[in-house]
C-alpha cells in the first residue's frame, strides 16, 4: 500500500525527533516543545552564508533547506495537530505542496482551512526570527480558538 501524506509528514516528524536529539534537544511534541524547535531553526538561520561569508562557504542547497523545511515543519504540523487538529493533505491551491487542513469554527459551523507548515518552517530558516514558529503557533492556536458569531469571547 501506497504511503499517504499523512504516513510520509509523520516519518519526517520522527526525523526531525532524532535530529534533535543529535543536538541535545528533546522533541515530545508539547506546545513547549515548539520553543525548542524555534531555537534549533534560529541556528540553522544563523548557520547561512551571508555578505562576504557567501564567498568562502557553501551553504546547505536548496535541494537540502527543502528537505529539513519538511522535516521540522513535519513535526511542527504533527504538534499542531495534536493540539489544535488537523489533518495533512496535498494542497487544494497550490499543486505540489503539502497541506495541514484545519478547521475554523464560525457560527458553530466548521470552516477548514490550508495551513503550510514545512514552508513556514523554510520562511524561518531563511529570515530568522520574524517568522517564528512560537509566534505562529500562538496566533494559530488564539485565532482557531476564536469564534466571530460567539459574542461573549475575549480577545
Not at 63 to 87: F, R
Request: aromatic fraction near 10%; glycine fraction near 8%; proline fraction near 6%.
Amino acid at each position: 500500500m501506497k504511503p499517504t501524506v499523512a504516513d510520509m509528514m509523520k516519518a519526517y516528524a520522527e526525523d526531525a525527533v532524532e535530529s534533535a536529539e543529535k543536538l541535545g534537544v528533546m522533541l515530545d511534541y508539547s506546545e513547549d516543545s515548539i520553543k525548542s524547535l524555534e531555537g534549533i531553526l534560529q541556528r540553522y538561520h544563523e548557520e547561512l552564508p551571508r555578505g562576504v561569508r557567501k564567498m568562502f562557504r557553501r551553504g546547505p542547497s536548496e535541494q537540502e533547506k527543502i528537505q529539513m523545511s519538511k522535516a521540522w515543519g513535519g513535526y511542527l504540523g504533527e504538534t499542531l495537530i495534536k493540539h489544535l487538529g488537523g489533518e495533512w493533505q496535498l494542497s487544494s491551491v497550490s499543486e505540489d505542496t503539502i497541506a495541514l487542513v484545519v478547521s475554523k469554527s464560525i457560527n458553530g459551523e466548521e470552516y477548514p482551512h490550508e495551513i503550510y507548515p514545512p514552508s513556514k518552517v523554510y520562511r524561518r530558516i531563511m529570515n530568522g526570527p520574524e517568522d517564528n514558529v512560537w509566534h505562529y503557533y500562538c496566533v494559530l492556536k488564539e485565532d482557531l480558538s476564536y469564534d466571530p458569531g460567539k459574542p461573549s469571547q475575549e480577545v
